[in-house]
């Protein structure tokens, strides 16, 4: 691997670092819980990265947390502690959506399916040209890869919350409203930030290929 793409999967993980500080308080019946921009990371990641790269990027933060660091995003736990936080599958939804979307986004198609169409609200703003890399990480592609990250995060985190509470905790009611909460303010705050994100990545895997 050569030694820039190793650094560009350094400052993923240091951006996931940073992105876990920049949180957003949401009380629940359970405490305080915290929404981050760790998401928005993972997409970029997905967009910029190959498949292997992303995963090892997402792996690597998380795996600094559990040997101790403080890069998670909730303080209430720490180190291998963070297991039993009803939220940790939030975390592996980033190891696994971010490689998706790049297994997506980096998928072998015959020439004339590089890309597809953006109809709509959506026309115009995908990145257009003569080459096939173009097509391949326009702005169409590169939302519907946005949309698999935020949906693994999404199914990933859900889950765990459900598990946690059934089979750890034994008592699954209040953790619905955590649910409902958490799951209402992620698909508002990363879907915005998909688009945002997916309109500028063709432009920067343009510089990161460079």
Not at 104 to 128: C, M, Q, V, W
Request: aromatic share 12%; net charge positive.
């Amino acid at each position: 691997m050569k030694t820039n793409r190793l650094a560009i999967m350094g400052l993923f993980v240091a951006l996931m670092c940073v992105s876990a500080w920049m949180r957003i308080p949401i009380p629940t019946p359970l405490g305080i819980t915290y929404l981050t921009f760790q998401t928005a990371v993972a997409i970029l990641a997905a967009l910029l990265l190959a498949p292997h790269e992303a995963f090892f990027a997402m792996a690597a933060y998380v795996i600094l947390g559990l040997v101790g660091l403080p890069v998670f995003a909730n303080p209430g736990f720490a180190g291998l502690g963070y297991l039993a936080s009803p939220t940790f599958g939030y975390l592996l939804g980033f190891v696994l959506g971010a490689p998706l979307g790049s297994l997506y986004l980096n998928r072998r198609l015959p020439e004339e399916l590089g890309d597809i169409s953006a109809h709509g609200f959506l026309k115009g703003l995908e990145l257009t040209g003569p080459n096939a890399a173009a097509k391949r990480y326009g702005f169409t592609q590169c939302l519907l890869a946005s949309l698999i990250v935020i949906m693994a995060v999404y199914v990933c985190g859900v889950t765990y919350i459900w598990a946690y509470a059934r089979w750890i905790v034994g008592a699954p009611e209040p953790y619905r409203s955590l649910i409902t909460t958490t799951s209402a303010f992620l698909w508002i705050k990363d879907s915005i930030l998909g688009v945002v994100i997916a309109s500028i990545a063709p432009r920067l895997r343009a510089i990161v290929d460079h």
